[in-house]
């Protein structure tokens, strides 16, 4: 054969197990594409769906029944809603603020308002405002409607209430619970909301919920208002008398460090010591003053003589001196003509002399006037300096007897401030106490609900539709999930790495012996079809020639490895001609009944030494045609040690000679030496698994047992494969058949 036609698994008869999923030649055999990493397509998700329809089927329908039974068992109820403005603060009607009335944080505001509207105090209110106590739906039964899914499934509802007669506070849970406050995003606007299966009641509810924060927002304010009042009049009362305490404390001091205080010209206020000083200090720099002018006059007069501006500008000397010229003239004048000792003369001379001995004589009386006057302002100067500084040392006392005047003044003006400041709050609170402003207005009132709004029969069976596909698909999908069992070729050679030599279709359930020999009672249907695939990879799984001995076996019992030895024997009779078959199973045999054969003799028999290869009874005829059988024969005490002896390996080889294949059907590899001694004799191995019950890591433990002892394992042959499992074509071209026999 053709090099080419080399199978996955197996190297012809090399030493040696294979990398699993590829021959040791490293070729695929002929048909089979080359082997790749499949990535996950939509069709395996299908494949999965269709393979778990009955738990998809199951959970849908049981949503949808739930759904379609609770929109008719379902009591309608009814919602009203009444819509309330919350304002920040209290109308400003008057110039001050409220009682407690602060800046405060607009978040943690309007939480709090939201919560007092789902108080149990707000609730007690209505409950006993609307006497709901005698209401039918409060005597007894649903304490609260479910909202959402809850809808779907009535019976999760609690039954709040109890029957007979209740009081306010057994109601107020189940009445809060139909109530539902939702804020208005970005404005000061919350909706209040009440259900109830009496529409008048969900409208009365939602309007005396809304009334009843009203009143008690009102009533929080007077209450306020109260309880501020009376610690007022107690604060103003400690105040007033620690007031009075101050103010004599200071009269006392004052007194008593004879602290006087008088009003300025400008009518400020301020003590006699510092007043006195201050008048000191402005009369001291007067007299400084003049003291600074006289001694200049004096001082340019003693320089200057009688040519200083004091002797020049006095008008007694101006006139004088103008008299004295005068006379000085004439006697000029009259000396022209008379001589000096003429009498006229003399009586000038005479005249001239006086003038200038009285000019001189008030010239000394001026030095001596302005002399006096300085020596005068520099003796007012001194004295009024000794009399000031006697007055700033005073005054330096008296700024030290200050401080604690200082100290006592300001706990009097600020005892006077909060005296003040509480008579004033206490009025304001007075005027406002009367008054019944509030921050909340109702902007629409509850009206009566014309429509139920539960149940909604659309949204739910929307719902139910849509939570039945979900939770049947992940229940699907987590049943595969969980599921470790092999359904299908493909899934064995990507998560295997076998070759995958056939699938085999689900039979509805029949007879072994009839299940065992289906190939050669019914050669046209779809198992004999399959069987007929398989025993064409077996003649291909060799790149020299096919083998000729073959072990079948499985992981386990019950996953049809005695139905696949039979009917692949009967497939190869077609390809290879004479043929027989080996029931190695020694513990549990099953061959001879199969073909209707007595078990008396058979392998066991020969291998224990007490029959020889050509006795009759050892080889047997089948009504197969081209098919021999060796029954297990009666069960020995070692099947291991008989199956692995020199003389099982001597019959292979006889009967090598004698026929074209020999397959043994072994007994399962894990728990038994039976097979893995079996699978060092023969020229391959061909592994059975059952779809939906062969474990993952059954099929791996399996396949590491025998490639350990060097078993050739050609493949696997995977069982049962049902209707969902036969994907991607797997025999569905044979139309004529795929359908024949009750296939499931």
Request: hydrophobic residues 35%; contains cysteine; glycine residues 8%.
């Amino acid at each position: 054969m053709d090099d080419q036609l080399q199978p996955y698994g197996l190297s012809g008869h090399s030493a040696g197990p294979a990398a699993p999923g590829q021959a040791s030649g490293g070729t695929p055999p002929a048909g089979l594409p080359p082997e790749e990493d499949e990535k996950i397509h939509l069709r395996d998700y299908l494949h999965i769906l269709s393979g778990r329809r009955w738990i998809l089927a199951a959970i849908f329908t049981g949503v949808l029944a739930a759904a379609v039974i609770s929109n008719f068992m379902e009591r309608p109820v009814y919602t009203a809603t009444a819509t309330i403005k919350i304002d920040k603060g209290s109308p400003n009607i008057l110039a001050f603020k409220g009682a407690y009335e602060s800046s405060r944080n607009d978040d943690d505001y309007y939480q709090t308002q939201y919560k007092i509207l789902k108080s149990r105090n707000i609730a007690a209110r209505v409950i006993r405002k609307l006497d709901l106590g005698k209401r039918r739906e409060f005597k007894g039964g649903p304490s609260a409607l479910k909202e959402g899914a809850m809808l779907i499934f009535p019976f999760l509802r609690e039954d709040g209430g109890r029957r007979g007669g209740q009081d306010t506070q057994d109601l107020v849970k189940p009445f809060l619970k139909r109530v539902r406050v939702s804020p208005v995003p970005n404005s000061q606007l919350v909706n209040v909301s009440f259900t109830a299966h009496d529409p008048a009641l969900a409208r009365d509810a939602a309007n005396a919920i809304a009334g009843a924060y009203i009143d008690y927002n009102v009533e929080s304010a007077y209450d306020a208002g109260r309880q501020a009042r009376s610690w007022l009049e107690q604060q103003i009362k400690i105040m007033k008398a620690r007031l009075k305490d101050s103010e004599e404390a200071l009269n006392q001091y004052a007194a008593g460090n004879q602290m006087l205080y008088i009003e300025d010209k400008n009518r400020i206020k301020q003590s006699l010591v510092n007043y006195t000083l201050g008048y000191m200090a402005e009369t001291l720099d007067q007299a400084v003053a003049e003291r600074i002018d006289k001694e200049a006059r004096y001082t340019e007069l003693k320089d200057a003589g009688t040519d200083s501006r004091e002797v020049i500008d006095n008008l007694l000397i101006q006139r004088m001196e103008a008299q004295y010229a005068a006379l000085v003239a004439e006697y000029n004048n009259e000396l022209k003509t008379f001589k000096p000792s003429y009498p006229r003369m003399k009586n000038l001379q005479s005249q001239i002399n006086s003038m200038a001995a009285s000019i001189r004589k008030d010239e000394r009386s001026i030095f001596r006037s302005v002399k006096g006057e300085y020596l005068a302002a520099v003796k007012k100067q001194d004295t009024l300096k000794r009399a000031f500084d006697r007055q700033k040392k005073a005054a330096i006392d008296f700024q030290k007897k200050m401080v604690e005047y200082q100290i006592l003044k300001r706990e009097v003006d600020t005892n006077q401030a909060l005296y003040l400041s509480l008579l004033q709050r206490l009025k304001e609170i007075t005027v406002s106490a009367t008054m019944t402003s509030t921050n909340i207005q109702v902007l629409d009132r509850a009206q009566m609900p014309k429509r139920p709004s539960a149940p909604r029969k659309a949204r739910n069976l929307v719902l139910a539709l849509f939570l039945g596909v979900t939770g049947g698909v992940g229940a699907a999908f987590f049943a595969e999930y969980l599921d470790n069992t092999v359904k299908d070729a493909q899934e064995i050679e990507r998560k295997m790495k076998m070759a995958p030599l056939g699938a085999i279709p689900h039979k509805k359930k029949i007879g072994l012996e009839e299940l065992s020999i289906v190939s050669h009672s019914d050669n046209k249907g779809p198992m004999a079809e399959a069987f007929r695939s398989v025993g064409t990879f077996i003649l291909f799984s060799s790149a020299s020639r096919p083998p000729k001995t073959i072990l079948i076996t499985s992981p386990r019992e019950g996953e049809g490895k005695t139905t696949v030895s039979c009917n692949t024997s009967i497939a190869l009779t077609k390809y290879l001609g004479k043929g027989i078959i080996i029931d190695g199973d020694l513990r549990r045999a099953s061959l001879h009944r199969i073909f209707g054969l007595g078990n008396g003799g058979g392998l066991s028999t020969y291998l224990s030494g007490n029959m020889e290869f050509g006795e009759e009874g050892l080889i047997r005829n089948t009504p197969v045609p081209a098919l021999d059988v060796i029954t297990a024969g009666p069960v020995p005490p070692n099947p291991s040690e008989l199956l692995g002896s020199a003389r099982m390996k001597e019959l292979l080889e006889r009967l090598g000679k004698s026929y074209n294949f020999v397959i043994i059907d072994s007994a399962p590899v894990l728990g038994m030496a039976d097979s893995v001694c079996l699978g060092s004799f023969v020229d391959g191995v061909i592994a059975v698994a059952q779809s939906g019950r062969t474990t993952r890591d059954s099929l791996k433990e399996a396949k590491k047992v025998l490639e350990y002892v060097n078993a050739k394992v050609l493949g696997l042959v995977i069982n049962g494969v049902r209707g969902n499992g036969m994907k991607y074509g797997y025999y569905s071209y044979y139309s004529p058949y795929s359908r024949d026999d009750g296939q499931a």
